[in-house]
Nanobody, 126 residues
Framework: QVQLVESGGGLVQAGGSLRLSCAAS????????MGWFRQAPGKEREFVAT????????TYADSVKGRFTTSKDNAKNTVFLQMNGLKPEDTAVYYC???????????????????WGQGTQVTVSS
C-alpha cells in the first residue's frame, strides 16, 4: 500500500554530514509516523528517529540526539534525516519505514511499522 525509497547515503569522513531522503508513494494518507532505523553488520536493527506525519513531533534515540534531525515535506511526501557530526559507529544501512494509524506494536520499534524501504548505505570513516 505504501512504497518507500531511500536515497542520499554514501561515504563520509568522521565529523561530516549527510542528508538522507525517503520518498513515499501509494496510500500515504493513512500514515501516522515515519521512522528511521539502521542496521550495522552483525548487529540488530535499531531505532534512530521518528516524525509524526501530521504534527511533525520528533523522537530520537539517545545515541543520535543533538546530531541528527528528521524533518518532512508533506507536499512532496518526503522525509529527511539530516546527519551531522557523523561518527564511525553511525556506519550502517539506514531504512525508512511507515507506521499506519491503528497499527500494532510500538512506534519506537521496527515491529510497529508496516512498510519499509530497501535501505541506503552510510559509511563513516575515521
Amino acid at each position: 500500500q505504501v512504497q518507500l525509497v531511500e536515497s542520499g547515503g554514501g561515504l563520509v569522513q568522521a565529523g561530516g554530514s549527510l542528508r538522507l531522503s525517503c520518498a513515499a508513494s501509494g496510500r500515504t494518507f493513512n500514515t501516522a509516523h515515519m521512522g528511521w532505523f539502521r542496521q550495522a553488520p552483525g548487529k540488530e536493527r535499531e531505532f534512530v528517529a521518528t516524525i509524526s506525519w501530521s504534527s511533525s513531533t520528533t523522537t530520537y534515540a539517545d545515541s543520535v540526539k543533538g546530531r541528527f534531525t528528521t524533518s518532512k515535506d508533506n507536499a512532496k511526501n518526503t522525509v529527511f534525516l539530516q546527519m551531522n557530526g557523523l561518527k564511525p559507529e553511525d556506519t550502517a544501512v539506514y531504512y525508512c519505514a511507515a507506521r499506519p494509524f491503528a497499527y500494532g506494536g510500538n512506534y519506537r520499534y521496527g515491529s510497529g511499522y508496516a512498510y519499509w524501504g530497501q535501505g541506503t548505505q552510510v559509511t563513516v570513516s575515521s
